[in-house]
């Protein structure tokens, strides 16, 4: 069932009152994709069942002409979501309705504000070569701004043996020409080169100051669409190499012409209260036998202080390990139970 409008559009079923063929203004832009070299026999109702794979659909509109009431060859689709329509871009673009490569792109997109001057030039094409064939071979070096156009007689529609293709950059172009260039597709040798500019004598694209308005133009696009970063941190910075006496305090870098702080004074030594004695100094050797009276500490035992020693008391002193106290003769010289002891200076 279709109602046909003021434009020559019609409702489908379950869309309600969304009418197809609406003015461009009532449209959402972004959300419209432009649908070109549609064929005279493809109709509003072919084109709703292939777009509608991609996703909802608001409406169709086929401008017409006001005398043979035929479509023009273009179209406009509009979704319900931007996404759907880059995605119908994606996959629907140069399929081909009635043995024609329909073309797609965003209605909103200016077909001059990508255009750099990276244009080439494809000749001595196949018969058998389309604009779909075109597509797939030489978007694989960039971004193809327009659907390549092949030139075809205007009567017949074959193809006149030669087409162009329009690329977003001037390294996209030199790399398809260097890796394009006397290749052979379907079997015949083509050539790719940089197209001539139109109204000059001669002149290709690809010139220097082509070269130098596309960078230009890069740059400011790039400085532009820059996101905001008022409140993001910025990117981590590798760790520095600080020369030795340029730190500052807890290894932060110094400051440059800020005075180094000051060294911490060295670890002194615990001293001992006035009224109290320094305490003995180990010997390193073997210390003198203890004076009439000395005695040793049983072993084991820890020897008092020399503060805790009686007034007048001998210091005491210790032996090396394993030898007697003085007087006592060494273990192995120690005569048997029952027997005397040897004499002595023996």
Request: net charge negative; aromatic share 8%; proline share 16%.
């Amino acid at each position: 069932m279709s109602v046909s409008g003021t434009a020559g559009g019609r409702i489908a079923p379950g869309v309600g009152a969304n009418l197809i063929g609406q003015h461009a203004h009532d449209r959402n832009q972004d959300a419209t994709v432009y649908v070109g070299n549609l064929d005279p026999q493809v109709t509003e109702e072919l084109v709703w069942e292939l777009f509608t794979q991609a996703g909802p659909i608001v409406n169709v509109y086929l401008p017409k002409d006001r005398v043979t009431n035929n479509h023009q060859g273009y179209g406009f689709v509009e979704y319900r979501a931007e996404e759907d329509a880059d995605y119908s871009i994606k996959v629907l673009n140069m399929v081909k309705l009635y043995g024609k490569a329909i073309r797609i792109n965003k209605a909103s997109q200016d077909k001059n504000s990508n255009e750099v001057g990276a244009n080439l030039f494809i000749g001595n094409l196949d018969p058998e070569v389309d604009e779909k064939l075109l597509y797939d071979t030489f978007s694989a070096f960039g971004v193809i701004i327009n659907t390549p156009k092949l030139m075809r007689d205007p009567d017949t529609g074959n193809s006149k043996g030669f087409g162009f293709v329009s690329y977003d950059c001037f390294e996209a172009s030199d790399a398809a020409i260097e890796a394009m260039n006397g290749q052979y597709l379907c079997n015949r040798q083509i050539t790719v080169s940089y197209a001539y500019k139109k109204d000059t004598k001669g002149e290709r694209h690809g010139t220097p100051a082509e070269r130098l308005l596309a960078a230009q133009r890069r740059a400011n696009l790039s400085e532009k669409s820059r996101p905001h970063t008022l409140f993001a941190t910025g990117p981590k910075q590798q760790p520095q190499h600080i020369p030795e006496g340029q730190q500052g305090g807890y290894g932060a870098p110094a400051a440059a012409g800020a005075p180094l702080p000051p060294a911490p004074p060295p670890l002194s030594q615990p001293t001992m209260p006035p009224s109290m004695p320094p305490p003995p100094v180990a010997p390193w050797h073997l210390p003198p036998p203890p004076a009439a009276g000395g005695y040793y500490p049983p072993p084991g035992m820890p020897a008092p202080p020399p503060w805790a020693m009686p007034p007048g008391a001998p210091p005491m002193y210790f032996p090396p390990y394993g030898m007697p106290p003085p007087g006592m003769p060494p273990p192995y010289m120690m005569p048997p139970p029952g027997m005397p002891a040897p004499p002595p200076g023996y």
